[in-house]
C-alpha cells in the first residue's frame, strides 16, 4: 500500500488517553485522522497499566484513508490471534502499511486480506458478527458501503497487476492532506455534532444529514454520544474556532476532558494566544468556557527545543516574528480549571457580545477569499453558542446583530442564519428581497441577560463586563456577593471594617474584622472566598460595599499572562485538582501520563552521548527567566526586591540540579536527593531516589523523564524509628541535598501527587486521603502526608540498589519527573541568540560556549564578564568567586586536581 502523504506533520505518535486518569474509561473521537499511530501508541502505552475500557470514534471524510486504517488493524488481530507472531510477518504487515512497492509474499497477503474484507462487508450486520465485528464497528451503514467499495475496487486494481515479477506497485490512493478547510471539517465533525447534540454548523447543511444506525446508536445502543478526548490535531489551525464550537457539546462535563488542537504558531510573539481564535481568544474561551491547561499555568512537560533550534540554523529567517512551531494545545473546561464549578452562569448583555460577533464575523470575512472560512455558518454558531452559554434569546442577539453591520448582509448570509433558526429582521429581509424566516415566530425576544431560575436573590452573581470601546474585548468581572449569614449581616450593620485579599489567581477573600479596633487586621471576624471564572488581578480592582442593601460587589480586571509572565511565578505549576463527583479520582491538569515501564532507559555510560540532556534541561528557563536566573546567581547579595529570584525559578534550578546530578553531567553523579528546608528549623522533608533516566519518545522530540521514587517523612514514619537503621546506611552514600525555602518546599509538595499520577499503576482505594480531604497534596504542613497512601510500596522489585531499601520501598511512591518548560502562548522560550548559538554549537560551526558554571554567563555574550578557571581542576570556569562559592557544593563533588590521580 501506499505511504501516507501526511505522515502527521512528522511527530511522533501520542497517546490519546494521556491527559486521563488510570482507571477512567475513555470514550474517545478521532477527527481526520490519516494514521494509525496514535491509536496503536496508545494500546501500547495503556498495556498493563490501564484498567479501563477505550471506545475510539474515528470520522474522516477520506474514505481512503478508513480502508487502509482498517486493513492494517484486520492484520494485526488476525497477527494476535495466530498467537506469537514472528519477525517476519510484522513487517510484512509493515510493508502493507508503509510501502508502495511490495515484495511478493506481501502483495499475495494483501489481495487476499482485501478479498476477506469485501466478503466480510456486505451489510452491516454482516459485518458487525463477523470475527471483526467487536472490535471494529461502523456507526453507519453508508460508511462501510463507500469504504467496502474502495476495497473492491483495490481487489480489482491488485488482480490486474502481473505477478510474475518478485516487486509490484500496489498502493492504495493515498490519504488526503492533513490542513484542511472548513468544508472538509463538515463531512468529518459537524454531522456528528448534528445528531448527538443537535448543535452544528450550519455549512453541514450543504452536505445532507448523518444517519447513523439504529443498532449503534439507538435505544440502549453502546455508542458514546460525548466524549472524554476529542482529538481534532490533524485538522488545520485556522478552523480553531470551528473545532471549538462543533466539540464543545461534545466533550463530556469532567474535569479530564480534553479537546486537542494543533497547527504552527509564532514564536516570541505576544499576540499568539489572542491569534488563536481570531484575535479574541480571552473573550471567547471565557464565554464558551474552553481554555488551554497550558495557559494558565505557563507550564508544559513536552520541549519545542528541536524546532526551535531547526528554526534558528544557518538558514533560518532573522526574523524571530516569523518562526513557527507545532504545537499540540489541551483545551480543557474553564470551571475545573479555576477549581470549582461556578455556582451560577455568567451573565453578560447584548450590546458587548454584539460588538464581538461583529468583529469574528469581520475578520472571518476578510479571509473568506481563502476559501478556508466560512463566515456566515461561523458567526451563526458562534451567535447560539454565545446565547445559550449567557442565556440570552438567541432570535434577539441575531437581530441586534445583523442590525449592527456597517453592510447589510447578502442574502446568502441570511439564508444560512435561516438555516441555524435565527429571525431575520424585517427590513433586511426586504431589503435583500428574502421572504424571512416563519418558523421562529413565538420566540420571547425580552430578555437581554442570564436572569435565576428562580425569583430569589442568588448568593453569588457573575457579569462580564466588555470594553466601552465597542472592541468586543472583556476587560473586567464583577463578583457580587450577597451577604445571607446572620453574622455577615450583622458585621455589615456594625459597619465592622473589612479588607481584600487576593488568595489565589482566581480568588479574592472579603474579610471581616470584629469590633475591637486593637484588633483591626489581626483577628478575623469572617472570610468570605469570592471566587472568578478566570485569573483576575486586585490591583485595579473596585469594591463598592452596600450595607444597607447587604451585598459586596467587586469588579476585577482581567489576568493576561502573555502580558505580564509574572503573575503566575507563585502559583502552582502542576495542578491536580480532586472532583467532587464522578470518579473522584485525581485529575493532573497539565501533566501527561507516562508508561515508565514502556519507555526506553538511556545509557548513561558514555557522557559524549549525553549532551541532549543538558540541552533539554538547560532550556527549562525562558528568556526571561534565564535573565533572572543570571541577576541572582550571579549577585553576591541577591537580597534587593529586583533580583530575588521567584519560587518557580528555584523549583526549576532544584529540577536542573535533579537531571545533572542523575545523568552525571555535572558535578557528579547521584541517584540520591534530599529536599531540605532549613530555615524553618524541620531539616529534610524528603528523599528522592532516581532509579533511571528514561526518554519520553512520545513528547513530540523527546524528552528526558526520572523514574524515580519519593519516601516523605512524616511524624508518624519517624516516630515509629522503623527507618532508623536504612537512615544512618544512607549516610555513607553521595548525597545532593536540595535546599529550598518555605514557598518552594510548598511548590514540591503541590507539585508531587501530579508527578506520581502520571505514572500511576495501581488503583486508589476507597478510603483514600485525597478523597477524604477533597485536596490533593493531602497537607501542607510540616510533619503531614503530602500523598495519598494508595501508591505506597507500589514500585518495581530492586527499584534502587540501596542498601535497606526493602524497608524504605514500603513507604515510598513512585513518580516520574521531567523538565517543566514555559509556555509559547505566554512568554519567549529561548532568545534567538541564544538558540543561534546552540544550533551553531550543536551544527559544528561553533566550539562549546564556555561559560560560568553556576550562572551561565559567558565572555562573547555579556559585557564585561571575565572568566576564571577552577584553580584546583582547571575545568570549570566562574564569572566570580561568589558564582564559585555558590557552585562548589556540586562541583566539589567531580573536581580533582589538575594532573592528579
Known sequence: MAAP????????????????????????????????????????????????NIDITVCNADAHAIARNILLYTLALDLAGDGNPTAAQLWSIWNIYYTRCLREPDFNLLVSQLRKLVQLSESLQAWNSGPYGAVLRFRTQDSLSIVRG?????????????????????????????????????????????????????????????????????AGAAAPRQFDVIDASALSEECTLDLLLAAEPLLKDAPSSTLYTAGSYPLNDSNAFEALLNGRTTSISLLLGLLPAEYWTNARMISLTDQILMAWSDKASTDTKKVLSELRLSWKHTKYLVGQQLPVPLQTNVDGLVDLIRHIYLDLAEKSTSKKYYAPGTTAVLLKALARRAQI??????????????????????????LEGLAIPPTLAQATGSQGDQHITGLNCASTVAKPADESSPEFTTTADFDPNHTGDIVTITERLNIVSDQGKQLLADRAPIEVRQSSLTTLDIIFYGKDRALWGKERALVLPMTYPVPILKDGSKTRIARTSGYIEITAPLAKPSITPSLLEDHDVLPTIIPTAGSHLPVPLNTPRVNLDRLPIINLDDKSYLGFISTLSSLMFSTRERHLREQTLGNPDATTPDVTPTTRLNFKESLFTLFMLSAGLQGGQTGLFALSEPRGGSGIHALIFVSAVRLDTASHHGVPVLDAAVLPFTRELLASQELVEFLVLLRTLECCTLTVDEKELALWKRALPALAERCRDWDHLPECEYVTTGSAPVSLRPGEPVLCSCGKGKLPDNFVGVPGWEDAAKHATRVAISPVYASPLVEELVAPELARGVAEEA?????PRRVCRNCGKSEEEDEGVKLKNCARCLKVAYCSSACQKKDWKKHRMECEEAGGA
Open 843 to 847: 551544527e559544528g560551526r561553533r566550539g
Open 5 to 52: 502523504s501526511h505522515p502527521g506533520r512528522f511527530r511522533p505518535a501520542l497517546s490519546l488517553t494521556e491527559d486521563l486518569p488510570r482507571g477512567l474509561d475513555a470514550a474517545i473521537l478521532q477527527l481526520e485522522s490519516f494514521d494509525t499511530r496514535d491509536i496503536l501508541y496508545t494500546a501500547y502505552t495503556e498495556q498493563s497499566v490501564s484498567g479501563r
Open 393 to 418: 434569546d438567541p432570535a434577539e442577539l441575531a437581530e441586534r446583530f445583523l442590525s449592527a453591520l456597517a453592510q447589510p448582509p447578502s442574502q446568502g448570509d441570511l439564508e444560512v442564519f435561516a
Open 150 to 218: 474502495v476495497w473492491s475496487i483495490d481487489v480489482v486494481n491488485q488482480s490486474q497487476i502481473s505477478s510474475d515479477s518478485t516487486v509490484a506497485d500496489a498502493g492504495l490512493a493515498q490519504s488526503g492532506p492533513g490542513h484542511i478547510s472548513k468544508q472538509r471539517i463538515a463531512p468529518g465533525c459537524a454531522p456528528l455534532a448534528a445528531q448527538m447534540a443537535e448543535k452544528v454548523l450550519s455549512a453541514v447543511q450543504h452536505f445532507g444529514p448523518l444517519e447513523l444506525a439504529e443498532s449503534e446508536y439507538g
